[in-house]
T-cell receptor, first 112, second 109 residues
């Protein structure tokens, strides 16, 4: 069966510091990978998605970037965090268009 | 632009009191409609996928239905452990998914 892991689960970072959230998927190959952000009481905002190694599409211009160095690894980064980057970040995967999206457990980021 | 509207925003039920959650959508070519359950501080957990109008799926006390404009998540005789936020999402032919803001369900014993 397929599993998705993301870490760290909780992160408190000062303004201006760098960020790295990691996500790996096991049990499948060539998945579509996604990073979402969820504001309190709101739905999910798609930040980045990837259909293959080195292929990244950005949905929202912002202070964040994503990379896919390996087939099943997806990384969300920032060089300098802003207060507005605080939130709940979710990594997700699916097998392609029309297929169910499966989510990781999420990472809480607080920028102070 | 694809849109998903969920109602109500919050729903409080007594244990055993059946009800329905609504997901209204507009999408340019529906490829699939998805329901998820999300517990506080956790990632969404997949419940159902519906692909065409008239389709129904069931799982324990939950039943999801789909028409050309909306989907309903029916909860029969809910229990306190059904308390969670329920998210609806649609995927368009182009492959992009749009999520609603969710309905937060509280079931009192």
């Amino acid at each position: 069966s397929q599993t998705i892991h993301q870490w760290p689960a909780t992160l408190v970072q000062p303004v201006g510091s760098p960020l790295s959230l990691e996500c790996t998927v096991e049990g499948t190959s060539n998945p579509n990978l996604y990073w979402y952000r969820q504001a309190a009481g709101r739905g999910l905002q798609l930040l980045f998605y990837s259909v293959g190694i080195g292929q990244i599409s950005s949905e929202v211009p912002q202070n964040l970037s994503a990379s896919r160095p390996q087939d099943r690894q997806f990384i969300l980064s920032s060089k300098k965090l802003l207060l507005s980057d605080s939130g709940f970040y979710l990594c997700a995967w699916n097998r392609g268009r029309g297929n169910t999206i499966y989510f990781g457990e999420g990472s809480w980021l607080t920028v102070v | 632009e694809d849109q998903v509207t969920q109602s109500p925003e919050a729903l409080r039920l007594q244990e055993g009191e059946s009800s329905s959650l609504n997901c209204s959508y507009t999408v340019s070519g529906l490829r699939g409609l998805f329901w998820y359950r999300q517990d506080p501080g956790k990632g969404p957990e997949f419940l159902f996928t519906l692909y065409s109008a008239g389709e129904e799926k069931e799982k324990e006390r939950l039943k999801a239905t789909l028409t050309k404009k909306e989907s309903f998540l029916h909860i029969t005789a809910p229990k306190p452990e059904d308390s969670a936020t329920y998210l609806c999402a649609v995927q368009a032919q182009a492959g992009k998914s749009t999520f609603g803001d969710g309905t937060t369900l509280t079931v009192k014993p």
